[in-house]
C-alpha cells in the first residue's frame, strides 16, 4: 500500500475562503504566512497527491489510484473544445467513485484492449482557489504509451483541472476533469489519463 499523500490539514482556517489572487502581493509573489499558513504548504500538498495520481497509474496500481478519491467524486474526459464552448458532453464521466470503480473492474476483468505501458509527465501545479477545506488547481500533462514491441508514442496531452478536498487526515480528489487538447484519441481510452 502507497502512505498517505498528506498528513497536515490545509494551512487555512475554515472561515478563510481565498482565491488564488487573494494570497498573492501587489508584486504578484507569493505571500508567504507565519504559522505555516501560506500557500506553500497547500501547493506541496498538491504535488505529492498528483505525483501519486500518475505514478499509481503508470505503475497499473489501479485500486490504489482509487484510493486518492472521495466517495463522493467526479471524474471526467473531454475535449477542451467542449469546455470552451460550455458543452458538457465529455468522452468520460463517472459521478461518484463507485462508478470509477466499476470502470476499473471492467478494465482489469473484461476490457480487451492493446497491452501497453502508460507513462504521465505531469507538469508542475498551478493553484487556482483556496476555500474551506479544499484547494482548486491545475496542471498540465502528458501521456505517452509504449506497446509490447517497444514502439513509444505521444497518446495524450492536456490540462488537469480539479479540487482537492481535505479529509479527516489527508486530501482526497473531489473532482478531476481532463481535458484533452484535441478530441481524437489516436486508440482507444481503456486507461485512466
Known amino acids: ?18 482565491t488564488y489572487a487573494e494570497d498573492r502581493g501587489s508584486d504578484g509573489a507569493a505571500r508567504h504566512r507565519a504559522g505555516g499558513c501560506g500557500a506553500v504548504s497547500d501547493y506541496i ?3 505529492a497527491l498528483l505525483a501519486e495520481y500518475g505514478g499509481r497509474l503508470d505503475a497499473g496500481a489501479y485500486d490504489d ?3 486518492l478519491f472521495a466517495a463522493e467524486c467526479l471524474y471526467s474526459v473531454m475535449p477542451r473544445e467542449n469546455d470552451a464552448q460550455g458543452l458538457p458532453i465529455a468522452l468520460i464521466s463517472c459521478t461518484k467513485r463507485a462508478a470509477l470503480e466499476d470502470r476499473i473492474l ?3 476483468q473484461a476490457n480487451k ?8 509527465l505531469i507538469g508542475l501545479p498551478r493553484v487556482t482557489g483556496i476555500a474551506s477545506g479544499s484547494v ?7 501521456v505517452h504509451q509504449t506497446d509490447q514491441e517497444g514502439d ?7 490540462l488537469y ?3 482537492l478536498l481535505q479529509t479527516e487526515h489527508t486530501l482526497k480528489i473531489a473532482a478531476v476533469t481532463v481535458l484533452l487538447d484535441t478530441f481524437a484519441v489516436p486508440s482507444l481510452l481503456a486507461t485512466p489519463l
Open 136 to 142: 482548486a488547481y491545475e496542471a498540465s500533462f502528458t
Open 152 to 158: 513509444t508514442r505521444l497518446f495524450a496531452t492536456g
Open 65 to 67: 489510484w482509487l484510493g
Open 161 to 163: 483541472r480539479g479540487r
Open 113 to 120: 484492449y492493446n497491452i501497453h505501458t502508460d507513462r504521465h
Open 106 to 108: 471492467a478494465l482489469q
Open 45 to 47: 500538498a498538491v504535488l
Open 1 to 18: 500500500r502507497h502512505p498517505p499523500v498528506c498528513h497536515r490539514p490545509l494551512s487555512r482556517p475554515p472561515a478563510a475562503d481565498r
